[in-house]
C-alpha cells in the first residue's frame, strides 16, 4: 500500500477532477483511517477526531464515511461494521476481497483481478447489474497463526 502521504495527496487530486469538495473534516477522518492500519469503527473515528475537533459529532463522522465510500477512498467491512481505507484510489471498479482475522481483528485488502471477472460473468449471467463488489473472507491471520505454533 502507498504510503499515507501519497494516498491523502491521491484523493485531493481525484476530488478536484470531480469537482468535489475533500473537505478538512473528510480528509481527517481518511488520515485517520489509513493511520489504524486495520478496520476501525465509526465511533472509534469519532474518538480520535474529538482530539483536533472536541465539537465533533456522530453525524460528522458519518457524512464523511459516506462521502469516503462514494469516492471509493473506503470500504465498509459489513461484518463488523468498520471501514477500511481501499489501498487502490481511483480504481473504483475494482473488486476487493477483504481478508479479516477472527482472532485479532485485522483487515487486509487484497485484489484479484481473475475473481472480479468471474464475478462480472455470473452477474452479467443472471442480468444482474453490480455496482460494486467486496468479498469478506474471515479465517486466521498469518501473525495469529504463527503465534499458536
Known amino acids: 500500500m ?3 502521504t501519497q494516498l491523502l495527496e491521491k ?15 473528510r480528509l481527517k477522518v481518511l488520515a485517520l483511517i489509513i493511520e489504524h492500519h486495520s478496520s476501525i469503527t465509526a465511533y472509534e473515528l469519532l474518538d480520535l ?14 457524512r464523511a464515511l459516506d462521502f469516503l465510500m462514494a469516492q471509493g477512498f473506503i470500504h465498509k467491512v459489513e461484518s463488523t461494521n468498520s471501514y477500511i481505507a481501499c489501498c487502490v484510489l481511483g ?21 484479484d483481478d481473475d475473481l472480479a ?33
Do not use: M, W
Not at 477526531?49 to 458519518?62: D, F, I, M, N, R
Not at 460473468?121 to 497463526?145: A, I, N, W
Open 49 to 62: 477526531l474529538k482530539v483536533s475537533e472536541p465539537q465533533a459529532k456522530p453525524p460528522t463522522v458519518y
Open 11 to 25: 484523493a485531493q487530486q481525484l476530488c478536484d477532477q470531480r469537482g468535489v469538495r475533500l473537505t478538512p473534516q
Open 91 to 111: 480504481h473504483a471498479d475494482h473488486c476487493s476481497q477483504l481478508l479479516i482475522c477472527d482472532e485479532c481483528g485485522y483487515v487486509e485488502e487484497c485484489h
Open 117 to 149: 471477472k468471474l464475478l462480472r460473468q455470473k452477474t452479467e449471467k443472471y442480468g444482474f447489474k453490480v455496482d460494486h463488489h467486496v468479498v469478506e473472507s474471515h479465517g486466521v491471520c498469518r501473525d495469529c497463526l504463527s503465534s499458536k505454533q
Open 2 to 4: 502507498a504510503n499515507q
